[in-house]
């Protein structure tokens, strides 16, 4: 049942479903416009709630159960949730600045008290008080719960966690506001329009020109990549580089200064010698030596396709600049779709006519459809955006999920891309989640429709991961965050695929993309994968040595000796790109949970190359292996399961290796 109700403010619709509507349960969520007045009172309402529920269970009498004292333990800790998601969807989504920092301020609140709970005495000693549960799943989640409030400083005394306390809101805190500043920080530049030469003409033309004739462009990813890739003009994609890698600078280094030297305190207050080893103890690599060797590992395997990918781009390059030495970090992009056009007869502007945004979103609600059986609706329920979307999905008529996709850049709102969980799937509630991200509502590059695809990976993990759960904290992708990305990156692979771009790849004529351009497509594909490997390797090394220590004097300058260490192509001198990091708040130390995703999301897809990618049978294993179990199981059982085997870097390594 749906219906529009108004109970916490006006201004906003709220959507309530049968379940939503009984006594204690979690309000619907605030969807329309919220107000920041009505954000504050949804706040208030789930500290209220939340409050209740921690001390309900600290004072309970009850013998310690799985039935009694988990169950109240996961429904708290499932409200926490619930609300933190809300408010990470109002601070990136929601059309005021008061709303949006109406939200920020809701995920501080939100986050002091999951380490309040995180820090209760009297509820760790009922849960450790619980025969051990006979069931496996119950088991591991057992065991992840004292795990992680032992981390917490649960151990501590009454003044040690008091501290706990303190320096987690801090952190909580500075976290929000560093990913806050990003947008905030947002540069422009202007433009002549002999300068946008070599742009697609849709983009050309969709920019108004200034009063003096010039063009202002922003540094949102809509208009910076297109701007990188095609701008003839080395001049304009120079300003444009310097400007992006300014973004938040200066006021997010004090922020990042802080953030860093806290968590190492919290790190060394609960005995660990630095933040990055207890960033890492619930991870797949549980130790910075095993993310370091895995780190050195991928470069051994990505460093000589770099190298020859940098030997071409420079070739390339002395061809338009005679006497070119080097390659300089503006004109990486440039050159790249260049040699993929001249080497591999490869044209992505050629390309983008055939990626249309309302086609590739049909086209991959439908490949959904096909390869896993389910059924996916437009849903109507108010939105916060004229251009916010909503579907349900269906698996044999029974609704199983709803999301919402935020699909285009606009003022204020967050400018990267991710997925956030708002409703948990466990015992009667139904998952729901936010696909927050930033492509253009036209034409797309092929590069967009990648991001779409992962992105989107996210939520069916989170849909098919919430579907008959005993717990909320083992639904969704509540695995090792380390293997969180492989499933998304694993999906990219059919975005590659001839049989589902035609599905959806059409120009303004109707015409399907042709079978030679997709082939052309995949010849290129591996092309400058080796220096991306690399750069992103030189990130994952960056993340990893801010937290094996205080914060050094100059941030800047230790990003840039950090990433050298991997990176073929360094960041330019005065770029200040740390400060535009959002994964050093919200990943932490773990920026290499991409890398080792990647090794896993390989290996999965190895079983689709043998078996076809659009064999159902393949696509329902994976879903009932893989994505439905959850969190209910170790990540790395649940590869094996589907492998028949451990884990290994053979296939990334055999990728790397296409393009000789």
């Known amino acids: 049942m749906r219906k529009c109700v108004a109970p916490l403010l006006a201004a906003s619709c709220l959507v309530a479903t049968a379940a939503e509507a009984a006594p204690n349960a979690i309000p619907p969520i605030l969807t329309g416009a919220p107000s920041a007045a009505a ?130 809101d801090e952190v909580s805190n500075l976290s929000t506001s560093f990913e806050a500043n990003i947008p905030k920080g947002q540069k422009t530049i202007t433009a002549s329009v002999a300068e946008l030469e070599g742009l697609p003409q849709d983009f050309i033309a969709s920019k108004k020109p200034n009063a003096d004739g010039t063009i202002t462009l922003k540094t949102d990813s809509t208009d910076y990549v297109p701007v990188m890739t095609y701008a003839k003009s080395s001049a304009l994609r120079e300003r444009f580089y310097r400007a992006y890698n300014l973004r938040a600078y200066p006021e997010n280094d004090a922020v990042l200064r802080d953030m860093i030297n806290k968590r190492g305190e919290l790190a060394q207050l609960v005995g660990r010698p630095n933040y990055a080893t207890l960033n890492f103890e619930d991870r797949m690599l549980n130790t910075p030596d095993k993310v370091q060797t895995l780190l050195d590992a991928m470069s051994a395997a990505a460093k000589p396709a ?51 945004y309302s086609r590739v979103r049909d086209g991959i609600l439908k490949l959904t459809e096909d390869l896993f059986g389910v059924d996916i609706r437009p849903w109507k329920t108010p939105k916060w955006d004229p251009l916010a979307e909503s579907y349900e999905i269906y698996d044999h008529g029974k609704l199983i999920g709803r999301i919402y996709f935020d699909a285009h850049p606009r003022d204020g709102k967050y400018e990267h891309a991710n997925a956030i969980p708002l409703r948990y799937g466990a015992r009667t509630a139904l998952p729901v989640g936010a696909l927050v991200f930033n492509v253009p509502n036209g034409l797309m590059e092929h590069g967009d429709v990648v991001t779409f695809l992962h992105e989107y990976g996210h939520l069916l993990h989170h849909i098919f991961g919430g579907q008959n759960q005993r717990w909320a904290g083992l639904s969704s992708f509540s695995t090792e965050w380390d293997f969180v990305e492989a499933p998304s990156q694993m999906l990219e692979n059919w975005v590659y695929d001839y049989d589902t771009l035609k599905q959806f790849g059409v120009d303004a004529s109707g015409n399907p993309i042709p079978r030679d351009l997709v082939e052309k497509m995949n010849r290129a594909r591996y092309f400058d994968l080796g220096m991306g490997d690399m750069r992103q390797l030189g990130l994952s090394n960056i993340a990893l040595q801010y937290y094996l220590r205080p914060a050094p004097a100059d941030l800047g300058t230790a990003a840039h000796e950090y990433d050298a260490k991997y990176d073929l192509l360094p960041p330019a001198p005065g770029s200040q790109f740390q400060d535009s990091f959002p994964h050093l708040a919200g990943y932490g130390a773990a920026y290499y949970t991409y890398r080792w995703s990647i090794v896993i999301a390989d290996d999965l897809f190895t079983q689709f190359q043998k078996n076809g990618l659009h064999d159902r049978a393949t696509a329902e294993r994976y879903r009932r292996l893989v994505l439905g179990p959850g969190g209910s199981k170790p990540a790395a059982e649940l590869v094996a399961d589907f492998l028949g085997r451990p884990v290994s870097l053979d296939a990334y390594r055999a990728k790397l290796a296409k393009d000789q």
């Open 39 to 168: 954000i504050n009172a949804r706040c208030d309402w789930f500290v209220g709630r939340s409050t209740a529920m921690r001390k309900a269970l600290e004072q309970s009498k009850a013998k310690a159960s799985v039935v009694t004292t988990l169950t109240a333990y996961d429904k708290l800790n499932e409200l926490l949730n619930d609300g933190n998601g809300e408010a990470g969807l109002y601070r990136q989504v929601s059309p005021t600045a008061a709303s949006r920092e109406a939200g920020e301020k809701c995920e501080v609140r939100m986050a002091s008290e999951q380490t309040k709970l995180s820090l209760s005495r009297p509820i760790y000693d009922h849960l450790k008080a619980i025969p051990a549960p006979a069931d496996a799943a119950t088991k591991l989640y057992m065991t992840r719960i004292i795990s992680a409030f032992e981390r917490a400083g649960i151990g501590l005394d009454a003044v040690g966690r008091a501290k706990a306390q303190m320096l987690s």
């Open 306 to 356: 770099g190298e020859r990918d940098y030997t071409k781009k420079l070739a390339l390059l002395q061809q338009l600049q005679p006497g070119a030495k080097a390659l300089q970090p503006w004109d990486s992009g440039y050159v790249s779709q260049l040699v993929q056009k001249q080497s591999y007869g490869y044209d992505r502007q050629e390309a983008r006519k055939y990626f249309t």
